[in-house]
Each structure stands twice: as structure tokens, then as C-alpha cells.
């Protein structure tokens, strides 16, 4: 469906304003409302961090000047509703503006391309690898992407929004933090699976393993299911080095199965698993 030249208007809490954004290019999905709500925007530092941190919730002075007198290489992001659908926006804003200069200095002076531009190239590159290689996945191995949005404001300059379907929480801090204290192991199974299931089908994600952590895989609770998120430096022509599921309770030097696979499943400690003792003593 071509639905490029479509506009829907958005609000972010605290900025005070309502605009009007227009699609940027060609899209399978539809929004089913004219208008969506999302919260303020957060903004995660670093995309290596433990299970304990989490991102960061900003003031409006501080997300609005995102890109000019600071930057990172993490897009801002928030939640967000059209009608009854729940969403995740993730933001780039500011993109006609100069970076400042004192932040990633040399990757500028070599590159001649600041960190909020990367990220706005990089929503470019996630866009085309959904269009090209994940069509069929949407909504359930992935959630479905309701496409690049573009609109020009008085508190945020140039901005560029990807817009995902909500797809449930960071695997790694709900199994490890919030049900610390509960057996996870059939949830951390759907994870793995679900990578597999990529591999199977040639796509290697390329990025799920951070420092002492998880990284794109999330969890929903109440479907218990697992999905992927942010394909930014995958590839779709990946041919597994072992073709078999990880083998539970066994050693992660011999997986039998694909390195990341094989590393997925040694960060949500697979092999070494001893299930907690649910005892009372009478």
C-alpha cells in the first residue's frame, strides 16, 4: 500500500504543542487513528548497560535539545497510543542543525556526520531491511512497522520519527530484575527460539549482545512471546555454522548451534540453569 503524503498529528507530554507529520514513504500498515499520544521522551546513554539501569526520563529542555548541545549515539524514544493501539516511537530531532562541537569530535572531523544524523540514517536503513527482508515476520516475530514520519517544529527543528507497534518489554531486565524471583526458563526458551527461527530463515541480527546484558529482544507477558527489535546492522544472508537448537544443561563451548544463538542463550544462562527451590518446611 502506498500511502506516502499521509499525515496523522502527534503530542509528546510536556512540549506543549500538536503537529502535524506526514508519512515518508511507502508503508503495509496503517495507523488507526488521526491522532497518537506519546509520552515524553527517554533517552538510553549507551546501549551497553547492565540489567539495573534503566533509560533515562527527560525534561523538555533536555530531550528538545537532543542533537545540538548534546548527543549520543541512541535515539530518544517513548510510548505512545493511536486510539487502541499501543505504540513505540523512537526520535530524531533537530537534524537541520549543527552538532556540538565539543561531542564525538573525532568521529565528526572524520566523518562529517554527527551522531543524531547517524541515527536518523540508521531509522533509513531499519525502514528498507523491514520493507526487503521482514514483510512476513511482522507481528510476530518482529512487530509490525507502521513506517518513517517526518514534520518540521518550533521545539524540535527537523524531526523523523519511526514508528513500531508495541511488542513488549527489555528481555533481559523483566527476566532478571522483575521476576527475579520467578522461573523464567520457558520465557527465556521463546528468546532463543525466536533467534533461531531467524537464522532459519537466513537473518542474523548482529547486535543482541551487550556488556553483562541482553540487547533487542523483548518480552510480552501476557502472549508470551518474544521479538525482535532494532535491525540496524543485520543481514539477510547469514548460514548457520550449526544447524541445531542449544542444548540445555550442557556446555556452552558446544552448543551444537550458531554462534549467536549460541550466545544468546549462554547470556540468559541456558546451559547452567538449576531450577529455584519452592519448598516449605512442615
Keep these: 500500500m502506498d500511502m506516502a503524503g499521509e499525515q496523522r498529528r502527534i503530542s509528546f507530554h ?21 491522532h497518537i499520544t506519546a509520552d515524553a521522551p527517554r533517552c538510553r546513554e549507551s546501549d551497553n548497560h547492565g540489567p539495573s539501569h534503566a533509560p533515562s526520563l527527560l525534561r523538555y529542555d533536555e530531550w528538545q535539545s537532543w542533537g545540538t548541545t548534546w548527543q549520543c549515539n541512541s535515539c530518544l524514544f517513548a510510548g ?12 530524531a530531532i533537530n537534524l537541520e542543525k549543527e552538532p556540538p562541537r565539543d561531542a564525538d569530535s573525532i568521529f565528526y572531523e572524520r566523518t562529517r556526520v554527527s551522531a543524531h544524523l547517524s541515527v536518523a540514517q540508521s531509522f533509513l536503513d531499519e525502514y528498507k531491511f523491514y520493507r526487503d527482508h521482514l514483510q512476513e515476520l511482522q507481528g510476530t516475530l518482529v512487530p509490525r512497522h507502521y513506517g518513517l514520519w517526518r514534520f518540521n517544529s518550533t521545539w524540535g527543528g527537523v524531526v523523523l520519527l ?7 518489554s527489555p528481555s533481559f531486565p523483566l527476566f532478571y530484575r522483575t521476576l527475579a524471583n520467578k522461573d523464567t526458563t520457558e520465557y527465556r526458551v521463546a528468546c532463543i527460539q525466536a533467534v533461531r ?23 510480552d507477558l501476557e502472549t508470551r512471546t518474544a521479538r525482535l527489535i532494532d535491525f540496524t546492522s543485520s543481514s539477510a544472508d547469514h548460514e548457520c555454522n550449526g544447524p ?9 563451548n558446544f552448543p551444537g548451534c550458531c554462534d549467536e544463538v ?3 542463550a549462554g547470556a540468559f544462562q541456558y546451559y547452567n540453569y538449576v531450577p529455584p527451590i519452592h519448598e516449605t518446611r512442615l
Design 14 to 34: 510536556g512540549s506543549g504543542f500538536s503537529n502535524i507529520m506526514y508519512r515518508a514513504g511507502v508503508c503495509s500498515y496503517e495507523l488507526p487513528d488521526a
Design 80 to 91: 505512545a497510543t493511536c486510539g487502541d493501539l499501543k505504540l513505540c516511537v523512537k526520535i
Design 162 to 168: 519511526s514508528i513500531f507497534e508495541w511488542a513488549g
Design 197 to 219: 527461527e531467524f537464522h532459519k530463515r537466513g537473518i542474523s541480527h548482529g547486535q543482541l549482545i551487550g556488556i553483562c546484558n541482553i540487547r533487542h529482544i523483548l518480552f
Design 244 to 252: 541445531n537448537f542449544p542444548v540445555p544443561h550442557g556446555s556452552d
Design 262 to 264: 549460541a550466545s544468546v
